[in-house]
Structure formats: structure tokens, C-alpha cells
């Protein structure tokens, strides 16, 4: 009974330890999103689907990793870009800085933020009003979000993804 506790403090303590290790967002919240022109209606994949045995792992990790989304229920999936970015994003860069596109989650109201800053991509998580929301789950965290856009280099070129992805889900 004892270490039965012992370990639940244990694993509070540990939970307590790991939030404080969430990194706050680092692309700005930019004001505005909402005008920026619609490239593409895609979509969070429910937890349920079920992919082709073929499907790329880049595929099967991104569907994964928002899977919890609406409660497993999936979401539209809406990708705005900054409209003096949009000849930019469609060759994938170079991009210049400030923020450079928003995918809105449109259930859950998630805005995810990808912004350049000297070349480099950098990533945030918002609500609709801007409220950083990248603390609240650990697939919101910047650096999760790197280990995907910037790890997948074949795909997404210069932190950005969504272009080549429209074959496969076509393909569907
Ligand atoms: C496991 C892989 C993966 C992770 C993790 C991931 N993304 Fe993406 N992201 C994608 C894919 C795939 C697309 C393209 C979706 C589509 O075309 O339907 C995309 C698209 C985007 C877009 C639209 C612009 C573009 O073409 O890249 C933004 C903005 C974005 N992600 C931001 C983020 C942020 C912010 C995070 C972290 C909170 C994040 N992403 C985490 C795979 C990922």
C-alpha cells in the first residue's frame, strides 16, 4: 500500500517535472491569420483510421501524433499563408523572415504556427486568440514539431510540408 503511494507521488512528481520541461512557443502568434489565403483543406486523421500496409512512415507518425485530436473524432484541417509569402511556400522556400504559414485545427481551435527567422523554420501552438496553447499537450511542443517538419528533409524543404503530402492523400 505504501509504495503503491510512494510510487503514485513518484509519478505525480515526475508529470510535474516533465511540464515544467515544455518549452513555451517559439513562432509568434500572427495577427491577422484569418485573411490569409486558403492553400489547402486537408485534414486530422481520426485515431481509427486504418492506412494502407505501404503507407510512408512520415505518413503513419503524422497521423499518429494528432491522433487524439477532437477526441479521436479527426478535424478539417485548414493551411493559410502569409500572402507575401505565398510564391515562397509554393517552392518551398527560401523564405524570408516573419511568419510563413497557420494550419488551424478546426474543431479543437489549434492554430499551428510555422515562422522563418533567418532560414530557419520555428514553431508555435495558439488557440484562436492567441493564447499559447504548446504546454497543454506534448505533440504542441516546438521541439515535437521539429522532429517531424525538420527531421523529414526529403519532404518538408525548409520546415514546410504540405505540398507533396496532397499526392498521397489523393491517392486515397
Ligand atoms: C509527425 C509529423 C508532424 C509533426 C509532429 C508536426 N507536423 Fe506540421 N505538418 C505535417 C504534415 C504532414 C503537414 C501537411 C499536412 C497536409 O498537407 O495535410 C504539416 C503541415 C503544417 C503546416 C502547414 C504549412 C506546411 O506546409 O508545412 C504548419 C503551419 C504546421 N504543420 C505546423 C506545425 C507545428 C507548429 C507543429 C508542432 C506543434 C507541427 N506542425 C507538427 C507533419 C507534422
Same mark, same amino acid.
Given at each position: 500500500m505504501l509504495d503503491r503511494r510512494r510510487a503514485g507521488v513518484t509519478a505525480l512528481l515526475l508529470s510535474v517535472v516533465s511540464m515544467g520541461a515544455f518549452a513555451a512557443s517559439m513562432a509568434s502568434y500572427p495577427d491577422g491569420w484569418q485573411d490569409w489565403p486558403v492553400v489547402k483543406e486537408s485534414q486530422n486523421l481520426p485515431a481509427d483510421t486504418v492506412l494502407p500496409p505501404d503507407t510512408s512512415l512520415f505518413i503513419q507518425e503524422s497521423v499518429r501524433a494528432y491522433s487524439w485530436i477532437n477526441n479521436g473524432q479527426g478535424s478539417p484541417l485548414t493551411i493559410r499563408v502569409n500572402p507575401s509569402k505565398l510564391e515562397q511556400y509554393k517552392t518551398h522556400g527560401p523564405y524570408t523572415d516573419g511568419p510563413t504559414a497557420v494550419a488551424i485545427s478546426e474543431v479543437d481551435g489549434i492554430v499551428w504556427v510555422t515562422e522563418h527567422i533567418g532560414g530557419l523554420a520555428i514553431y508555435g501552438s495558439y488557440d484562436?486568440?492567441?493564447?499559447?496553447? *504548446?504546454?497543454?499537450?506534448? *505533440?504542441?511542443e516546438p521541439s515535437f514539431c521539429q522532429s517531424c517538419h525538420t527531421t523529414y528533409q526529403d519532404i518538408c524543404i525548409n520546415g514546410t510540408c504540405a505540398e507533396p503530402v496532397l499526392g498521397v492523400y489523393k491517392d486515397k
Open positions: 484562436r486568440e492567441g493564447k499559447d496553447v *504548446s504546454h497543454t499537450h506534448p *505533440s504542441l
